[in-house]
């Protein structure tokens, strides 16, 4: 059983352009990631150099300051319709979510690298945190 977008929307927090923009960027980090590893022999990540994980992962972060700039005009929009508490509530909520994504991003690209001495259940407590967030979300929407 698959969710279809209406009903995801409510949960993630999210709409249909800041979907669209998360997957198209996966679709090309994914893409650029492949032909990166297809490269060497054997395909490692490891064998990448810091440049090149850092051109691997933008797509990533060019969708998250793409739906952070989306999320702003939403803000102000919202703002001057004089809908403050909803305008604010859903301006945290992007916040936390884009915010804990780049973390991310950048504790992997930092660990990838090899320039941070941090374990992996480190480099994955922001996503363990972004769970947290979207269970009790989900709990809030009926």
Same mark, same amino acid.
């Given at each position: 059983?698959?969710?279809?977008?209406?009903?995801?929307?409510?949960?993630?927090?999210?709409?249909?352009?800041?979907?669209?923009?998360?997957?198209?960027?996966?679709?090309?980090?994914?893409?650029?990631?492949?032909?990166?590893?297809?490269?060497?022999?054997?395909?490692?990540?490891?064998?990448?150099?810091?440049?090149? =994980?850092?051109?691997?992962?933008?797509?990533? $972060?060019?969708?998250? !300051? #793409?739906? *952070?700039?989306?999320?702003?005009? %939403?803000? =102000?929009?919202?703002?001057?319709?004089?809908? $403050?508490?909803?305008? !604010? #509530?859903? *301006?945290?909520?992007?916040?936390? %979510?884009?915010?804990?994504?780049?973390?991310?991003?950048?504790?992997?690209?930092?660990?990838?690298?090899?320039?941070?001495?941090?374990?992996?259940?480190?480099?994955?407590?922001?996503?363990?945190?972004?769970?947290?967030?979207?269970?009790?979300?989900?709990?809030?929407?009926?």
């Amino acid at each position: 059983m698959l969710f279809t977008i209406e009903e995801l929307s409510p949960w993630l927090g999210v709409t249909r352009f800041e979907l669209l923009v998360q997957t198209i960027g996966l679709l090309l980090f994914s893409i650029i990631l492949t032909m990166r590893l297809e490269a060497y022999d054997p395909p490692i990540i490891s064998s990448l150099s810091q440049k090149d =994980i850092w051109w691997i992962f933008s797509p990533l $972060f060019a969708a998250n !300051v #793409i739906n *952070a700039y989306f999320c702003v005009i %939403v803000f =102000i929009r919202t703002f001057l319709e004089r809908t $403050f508490k909803v305008a !604010v #509530i859903r *301006a945290m909520w992007s916040a936390s %979510v884009i915010g804990v994504l780049m973390l991310f991003e950048y504790m992997l690209c930092q660990r990838l690298i090899g320039g941070s001495n941090h374990d992996s259940s480190e480099v994955l407590s922001p996503i363990l945190l972004l769970l947290q967030l979207l269970a009790v979300r989900a709990c809030q929407t009926q």
